[in-house]
Each structure stands twice: as structure tokens, then as C-alpha cells.
């Protein structure tokens, strides 16, 4: 059964990774940006599973 604090979680994980896109598709993408989006992404991801 999902709750709601696990679909909160599941919404922030896809904005990251749309940001994540974003910041990817850039002309000049700034990597230390680049890597902290995908820091709070995979503690996300941790978060997630581990519910």
C-alpha cells in the first residue's frame, strides 16, 4: 500500500530527474549543480525503498 509520504517522495524523485535532464541538456551544463541534484536524487531513491 503506498502512502502519502511515499508518493511525496516519488514526486520529488521525478522533479529531480527532470532537472537533472535539464541541467544535462544545457549548452554547458555546470556539473557541481549537476551533482548535487544527483546527491538528493539517490537519497530519495534510498528513502523510497527503504518504506
Known sequence: ???THQTAL???HAVLDRRIA???HRPMPDTTVLAG???QKLRLK???VSL
Open 46 to 48: 534510498e528513502e523510497i
Open 22 to 24: 535539464e541541467e544535462v
Open 37 to 39: 541534484l544527483k546527491k
Open 1 to 3: 500500500m503506498q502512502t
Open 10 to 12: 516519488e514526486t520529488k
